[in-house]
């Protein structure tokens, strides 16, 4: 089966827009219409005129362009791709934590679920945290969920005192900071490049730190002919393709793999993709009653964006 074409002559058949994320494996990348990081990709989901959004991703990502766009028909590869941050961030105990909190204004990263974002005031991801934090009134107290490193971060960029939720990203949160070292030794010209969603121990080494799209970006302008790539595996094949003459060492995780990746993400494959085209399913379905609820942080996440 030649996957390639069978996905471009579905697509034509169904209308669809294909949209991936970074930590997609390669050849996923290379048939999608677009690839970006989460934020991008929300905007790029609110703003399509295909019928069919197909989108190679983690549930939250897919279920979040749904939320921007519900008349569209949104198209998952596998249903079963989930993410630690919105799994161990469950909508009961997520009640519970703001309601011992009644006053104070709650930032949900966009790694969660409808549930709980509907019962969030704004969304953000992690290229528009710190602005989007930075826009709450310095005297409303925070609340930020799921990820607690992340949070960390963006509480040292802006000032702000914020209560956290104690999650983490089970991909980012085993980055190694004894093997960060070491490369950092013994390729001294490289530059560190890490996703916030790593340890403040980690992130400590790190001469840039940005989301996907950003650190890819960084490796475009950045005078530095090496980087010691401190997030999933995946985003390299953007960075490899953009700049083929520079070199990108991946950071190693503390389980002994040389390179670090999501599976949930990897659950989608291209048999999967085109599986899902011919038959139109499996389809993201939104939890009956939180659409609209779960739309609006999102959409004054979009506003603040
Ligand atoms: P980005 O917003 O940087 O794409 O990150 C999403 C994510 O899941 C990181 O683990
Ligand atoms: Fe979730 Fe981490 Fe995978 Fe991103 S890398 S989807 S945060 S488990």
Same mark, same amino acid.
């Not at 596998?78 to 993410?83: E, H, V």
């Given at each position: 089966m030649d996957y390639e074409k069978e996905i471009g002559r579905l697509k034509q058949e169904l209308n669809a827009v294909i949209l991936a994320h970074y930590y997609q494996e390669s050849e996923i990348q290379d048939v999608a219409d677009f690839v970006g990081d989460s934020l991008a990709l929300a905007q790029q989901a609110e703003k399509t005129?295909?019928?069919?959004i197909v989108f190679c991703g983690v549930h939250f990502m897919a279920e979040t362009a749904k939320l921007l766009n519900p008349t569209k028909l949104v198209l998952l590869p596998?249903? $079963? $791709? /989930?993410?630690s941050l919105s799994d161990r961030c469950p909508p009961g105990l997520f009640k519970q934590f703001r309601d011992r909190h009644p006053q104070h204004f709650v930032v949900t990263y966009v790694n969660s679920s409808a549930a709980v974002k509907a019962m969030s005031d704004v969304i953000c991801t992690s290229s528009n945290a710190v602005k989007v934090v930075s826009k709450? #009134?310095?005297d409303r107290p925070i609340l930020f969920a799921p990820d607690q490193h992340l949070g960390r971060y963006v509480m040292k960029q802006t000032g702000r005192d914020m209560i956290l939720w104690p999650g983490s990203c089970m991909v980012h949160e085993i980055f190694s900071e004894k093997r960060v070292v070491q490369l950092k030794v013994e390729h001294p010209g490289a530059e560190v490049i890490a996703h916030p969603e790593c340890e403040e121990a980690v992130l400590n080494h790190a001469d840039f730190i940005g989301s996907t799209k950003q650190l890819l970006e960084r490796t475009k302008t950045? #005078? !530095? !002919? $090496?980087f010691i790539v401190v997030t999933e595996a995946g985003i390299m094949h953007q960075m490899e393709k953009a700049s083929p003459e520079k070199t990108f060492i991946p950071a190693p995780p503390?389980? /002994?793999?040389?390179c670090n990746e999501c599976p949930h993400m990897k659950l989608n494959t291209m048999e999967k993709l085109y599986l899902c085209m011919r038959d139109r399913t499996p389809k993201l379905e939104l939890p009956p009653g939180l659409g609209e609820a779960a739309a609006k942080p999102l959409k004054l996440m979009l506003e603040w964006s």
């Open positions: 005129q295909a019928d069919v596998d249903l $079963a $791709a /989930g993410c709450i #009134p310095g950045s #005078p !530095k !002919k $090496a503390t389980n /002994g793999c040389s």
